[in-house]
């Protein structure tokens, strides 16, 4: 299962999610918002490969942007190339 949280923080404990992963009852998560934000830089987090963050970013989000945005990094990903919308650890975001 790959777990994505694009809703409230709140609706994923990240000690029970990292135990999930930790079993292999998730595959992977894709979280743009997380149980304390900003999310520290020292969370687990951060440093797991089964684990995606994204920017949370607040505003108003049109369906279609969001499909153009999912497919312009799907096939950067089909490309062999790090999405230009990937988190930059050192920005923190």
Known sequence: ??????????????????????????????LDVTEREPLEPSSPLWHRRDVTITPHVSGLTLPSDVVTSLDAAFAEIRGGVRPTSAVVHERGY
């Open 1 to 30: 299962m790959h777990l994505i949280n694009v809703g409230r923080g709140s609706a994923v404990r990240t000690e029970t999610l990292l135990t999930a992963l930790d079993a292999g009852q998730v595959r992977h998560a894709t």
